[in-house]
């Protein structure tokens, strides 16, 4: 038995001959390692867990993907849940993971401190995602999103836009709270004498369609819109195409994220790039090394840069 299960489990001590055999009956069998018996010897699953807000749209299909192709190149599977609708539900996501994964990343406005420190055991490596949360304990690794929105705000107001609106996420969201203080900073800083002319949005297509909506009923218009994400972006366009405006010649557009589809619309999206495959690369690979450290370093917070990237809608020119 102890050479079938070196075998079996890729150790040494047996010869190629006999694993061959092994290999071979066990095909004919159609014998499955049990995966419970092998954590009990391993002490590992082979497994990491992931709690996102959604898991609907192309911001979360292109983190997970960057996640799991991360994970399969190292030999972990993905194990992913949800929170959006709210904090007993994240509580319940990640006591069902517990005992189930080697480590668990986190990109949720419902978990704060307090949360960790009720829900989390102290051994359980954990790498938090755009998270507001200063700890000691768990790694984080966060977007540039104050940046990225001032770096933008600064772009429409030099192509030559006089007025730039807003339109905001969740109120909740550590992200719509970064990039909504880079708008408000950024137009102090630049257009002084110009209006902070904010709607409220959702992170949704829907809520975008809704902002657009509600600019273009108020008596003045502004030159151009930011959105915070691109989902609103796409949606808002929908609305000013929707009421015979023509971007960006009657209104310049722009939005956050660079999820595929802002490349596709007419026009092509004008955004703020977070290379979001790489973010949950980046993220395992963090996550892999807490693991892979019998002492771990301490934790810290890093964050990775934003790019704009210049296309149709912002009447800027393409790159």
Known sequence: MASVSRAMNGGSGVTAETSERIHAAA????????AAAR????RRSNTIGALLPDLYG????????????AARARG??????????????AAAAVRSMQGRVDGLLILS??????????NLPKSLPVVLINSAVNSTAHAVLNVDNFGGASAMVRHLLQAGHSSVAFIAGPKSNFDAQQRDQGYRTAMAKYAPNAPIHIVAGDFTEES???????????RTRPRAVFAANDMMAVGCLTAFKEAGLRVPQDIALAGFDDIPVARYVTPPLTTVRIRIVELGRIALEHLVAQLDKAD???ASVQTLGCEIVVRDSCGAGTA
Do not use: C, K, N, W
Request: proline letters at 5%.
């Open 27 to 34: 095909s004919r069998l159609q014998y499955v390692p049990h």
């Open 39 to 42: 954590m009990l010897i391993t």
């Open 58 to 69: 192309e911001f979360f299909s292109e983190l997970i993907r960057g996640i799991d192709l």
């Open 76 to 89: 972990f599977h993905l194990l992913v849940s949800s929170s959006h609708d709210g904090a007993e539900e």
């Open 109 to 118: 406005a419902r978990v704060d401190a307090a949360f960790l420190r009720s």
């Open 208 to 218: 975008g369609y809704r902002a657009g909506r509600e600019l273009l009923a108020q």
């Open 296 to 298: 771990p370093a301490p």
